[in-house]
């Protein structure tokens, strides 16, 4: 792990409130992968965690996204929390990484965020509020409080089928012009909404749904946060490079090899059929936290077979 200024045994504690500059733009463009994070015996495995991070970097990834949905942020403690970023920092070998953040109690997602300053991630990858289901107005306030307390970029992850809150364009377009709001996680499901965000051109805007990068990157996305591309990496991140430069004609076979293995690796709950091929490969075990079970016997049987 990398020596950083904050422990996670002394994270959540209150900060004062400071006015702070607008961070620099970063690039979020390319392939980043929504880490797993593995488990052995109920514990975070760091060393497969660390394994994992290592491996990926030598495919050619942009960068990674640590504590997402695939990574089952939800299942571990705060502290657990910043272990794995701590763990993911100490692999990604320089590349950029970006911590997911979720919840829908704002005071203790702001002391979640000011501590986050002490650790050299480069964005927050942010979602609504899960089961409240704010107003538009409310879901303004939600982000521009949060990315006010934010040393660094914010990544809104627009997800309404896990929060329950859906984020309308207008209110999309609106936090567009907050300085520290510079991209988006789109799994809106609004073929619509993607396009007017891409054409608007000031949230970078990455797919994070696997099935739609061929789509989201030939209208102009900037890229995909994905979670199947754990597997067969290099394939694609051809993929996304041939879609960036605008060669759809060498894109297509690509993406017609990849697409039995993305629909089969979201047939059952992510990141369970995931999970079954990396320790199909012994890169880590095929264990996830309860109420999440692991891949049914035919499915595992269906994926070994791609």
């Not at 609106?174 to 996680?185: E, F, S, V």
């Amino acid at each position: 792990m990398p020596t950083l200024t904050t422990p996670a045994s002394a994270v959540l504690t209150t900060t004062p409130e400071v006015t702070l500059p607008a961070p620099t733009r970063t690039i979020f463009s390319g392939l980043w992968i929504a880490l797993v994070t593995p488990f052995k015996d109920g514990a975070v495995d760091h060393p497969a965690l660390a394994a994992l991070t290592a491996r990926l970097c030598a495919d050619g990834v942009a960068g990674f996204v640590a504590c997402g949905s695939t990574g089952e942020a939800a299942a571990l403690d705060k502290a657990e929390q910043l272990q794995v970023l701590e763990t993911v920092l100490g692999a990604a070998q320089g590349l950029p990484v970006v911590m997911g953040l979720s919840g829908y109690h704002q005071g203790q997602m702001l002391e979640q965020v000011r501590a986050l300053a002490h650790y050299p991630v480069v964005g927050l990858l942010v979602s609504a509020p899960h089961y409240i289901r704010p107003s538009q107005e409310g879901l303004l306030h939600w982000f521009r409080t949060l990315a006010d307390a934010s040393a660094v970029p914010v990544l809104i992850y627009d997800i309404p089928y896990r929060t329950g809150a859906t984020i309308s364009t207008e209110t999309l377009l609106a936090l567009a012009a907050h300085p520290r709001i510079q991209g988006i996680k789109d799994c809106g499901g609004s073929p619509a909404k993607t396009q007017a965000l891409i054409a608007d051109g000031r949230l970078q805007v990455l797919t994070g749904e696997d099935a739609q990068i061929f789509h989201t990157l030939a209208l102009g996305g900037a890229g995909a946060i994905s979670a199947s591309a754990h597997w067969q990496t290099p394939q694609f991140v051809e993929l996304t490079a041939l879609l960036r430069s605008g060669d759809l004609p060498a894109a297509r076979p690509v993406w017609q090899a990849l697409q039995p293995w993305v629909d089969a690796c979201f047939a059952e709950p992510n990141p369970a059929p995931l999970k079954a091929m990396l320790a199909h490969a012994g890169w880590m075990r095929s264990e996830l936290r309860a109420p999440m079970m692991p891949a049914s016997k035919a499915l595992q049987d269906r994926l070994k077979a791609l």
